[in-house]
């Protein structure tokens, strides 16, 4: 089992080396705009699913085989959601002892209600939870949360976290045209981000493939009047492009399933990163992907996305 992959490029961390401390796809929330596919079912038990020691050892092995300068942060982000580790406060101590890195963490906040979760967080150096809607409505049709994660605890928890951590908190907004992206909506959202005061609002769009087809992103007109009524601490965070580092691996398509199975990718992104390896023949690996089982490709936006074979997107399956 591979628990850290990258670095990859991210739209707000740079270059990023993921920790992923759950199974595919382990989540309490099915957003429809996720890009791993639905969570079957949802899950809502903080459990310790891996071995603490082997996702240490993995990371302490990775940190060696690069420099320091080639990683710009060292980010916890889950094959759903990363707080459903029991031990994800254990992880974050440790790796802090291992480098001066800095560490984020990206989560859905859902959990943040449990003061055990507050606590698992305070020493991360970001914190990156999501706030897609201002109301109970809006929030299930777009995050379909399990019926534990209610509104008011989730918003609640949000609060209590802000009010105890003392490092950067980035609330990201996922903008969903025709979902989100009305002037109504936005007030509503900007009156609870005003309520929660995080350092930034990182306003997003879904442009890896959404697992329900008919999601779109928020256009040029909708991103605008978001920033207009989120205020001067939200910014637009556009797409990234760059390639993505595999790692080291004894088969090349092994390190391309261990990246698509969190971070799916444009078929133009993986051949121009497999086009990075030399002794690499690119037709042949995408040949090999194929049959071996473990990818598929997701159509979107008119675009060819490879992602894991076990994300669920209902018109594939």
């Known amino acids: 089992m591979k628990y850290v992959f990258g670095p990859v490029p991210s739209r707000r961390l740079g270059q990023s080396l993921g920790i992923d401390p759950v199974p595919l796809k382990t989540c309490n929330w099915n957003c429809v705009y996720c890009q791993l596919g639905r969570s079957i079912p949802l899950s809502n038990e903080r459990k310790e699913y891996f071995q603490v020691d082997e996702i240490l050892l993995q990371v302490k092995k990775t940190l060696q085989q690069h420099q320091k300068e080639e990683i710009d942060w060292i980010t916890f982000v889950g094959s759903g959601e990363t707080t459903l580790n029991l031990n994800l406060g254990q992880l974050i101590q440790a790796v802090k ?40 409505r809006l929030y299930k049709k777009i995050n379909r949360p399990h019926p ?8 609640d928890g949000l609060k209590a976290f802000r009010s105890e951590y003392q490092g950067k908190l980035w609330i990201e907004v996922m903008l969903v045209k025709d979902l989100n992206d009305g002037e109504r909506e936005l007030l509503e959202l900007a009156d609870l981000l005003a309520a929660i005061h995080p350092d930034e ?64 990718m444009k078929e133009i992104e993986l051949i121009e990163t497999l086009q990075h390896y030399p002794q690499v023949d690119v037709k042949e690996t995408l040949r090999l992907l194929t049959e071996s089982g473990k990818a598929q490709v997701v159509e979107r936006y008119g675009e060819k996305y490879w992602s894991a074979l076990s994300g669920y997107y209902p018109e594939n399956s």
């Open 97 to 136: 002892k291992m480098t001066s890195i800095p560490i984020a963490v990206i989560t859905n906040g859902s959990l943040l209600y449990l003061p055990a979760v507050r606590q698992d967080l305070i020493a991360a150096d970001a914190v990156l939870p999501s706030l897609d809607a201002g109301n109970p």
């Open 201 to 264: 609002i990182h306003i997003l769009q879904p442009t890896r493939p959404p697992v329900e087809p008919w999601v779109q992103p928020a256009d040029k007109e909708g991103l605008l009047l978001a920033q207009k009524i989120l205020g001067s601490s939200a910014r637009v965070i556009a797409p990234v492009t760059g390639t993505f580092d595999l790692g080291i691996h004894e088969n090349i398509t092994d390190a391309i399933v261990d990246i698509i199975t969190r971070h799916p």
């Open 148 to 155: 534990e994660i209610t509104f008011s605890r989730y918003v």
